[in-house]
């Protein structure tokens, strides 16, 4: 399996959920509000001897007059219509951003791909609403024939793709195992966002049940180094694939 990291830059966040760009050379962590965090927004390619898969979709920003997930792709040697499955952990709007483009975000970003949801996941987006969620921007989920929307807590989509509901970092937020050529990729979105938390046992309290979502990243973290997973971190500034 091939991995591409498709990064959309450093970003800070704080309270009010508000993503501002975040360049080491220019700008000072320390000025901005207080507990901000510093987070990379980084979707992922996966090519599979079946697809080319997309995992989450980042934040939706324009560059330069285009998707800026479209141009990173571009810069890749994808086209948006070659995307066959874009697999997503949850619909909160750094990760959900690109999902739909057009001028009234009526058209899917990618023309031939399923996009699989959570079913409940896509009803929570549109009772919360803004700030966490965006929902003129999700709207074409619930209307196009593309869209997939999972019922179960755990399943399995074209044999090879594993998913399950944790209830960790979101009440039905999910996680994925891509499992081909005898290799296996962990996506946990925001359950699993970065390294550092991977190795060390912290209650974060942006997370819907941090106490789980630590206990998962334990876990997961000595499970995939005995069965030789490779990790791919959304919100990682530095390691946005690690693989045993």
């Not at 080319?52 to 040697?77: P, R």
């Amino acid at each position: 399996m091939n991995i591409i990291p498709l990064s959309e830059g450093t970003f800070t966040i704080d309270k009010t959920k508000l993503f501002v760009p975040f360049d080491e050379e220019k700008h000072d962590l320390q000025k901005r509000p207080a507990g901000s965090l510093l987070v990379e927004i980084q979707p992922f390619v996966v090519i599979t001897s079946k697809d080319i898969l997309l995992l989450d979709t980042g934040l939706g920003f324009e560059k330069e007059g285009q998707l800026q997930l479209h141009k990173n792709l571009a810069e890749a040697g994808i086209h948006p219509a070659d995307i066959t499955k874009v697999l997503l952990t949850h619909l909160h709007k750094d990760h959900a951003g690109g999902v739909s483009t057009g001028a009234n975000h009526d058209a899917l970003s990618f023309p031939n791909a399923i996009f699989y949801v959570q079913e409940k996941e896509l009803q929570v987006a549109f009772e919360k609403g803004f700030p966490s969620f965006i929902p003129e921007e999700l709207e074409v989920l619930k209307k196009s024939t593309q869209v997939f929307l999972l019922k179960e807590d755990e399943g399995t989509i074209d044999d090879y793709i594993h998913y399950k509901i944790t209830g960790a970092h979101s009440p039905y937020h999910q996680v994925f195992w891509i499992q081909d050529s005898g290799k296996k990729i962990f996506f946990g979105g925001d359950d699993a966002p970065q390294l550092q938390q991977m190795k060390h046992r912290f209650v974060a309290k942006y997370d819907f049940d941090g106490k789980k979502a630590m206990e998962l990243r334990r876990k997961w973290w000595q499970q995939g180094q005995a069965e030789g997973w490779t990790f791919l971190f959304y919100h990682d500034v530095k390691h946005p694939a690690v693989g045993f």
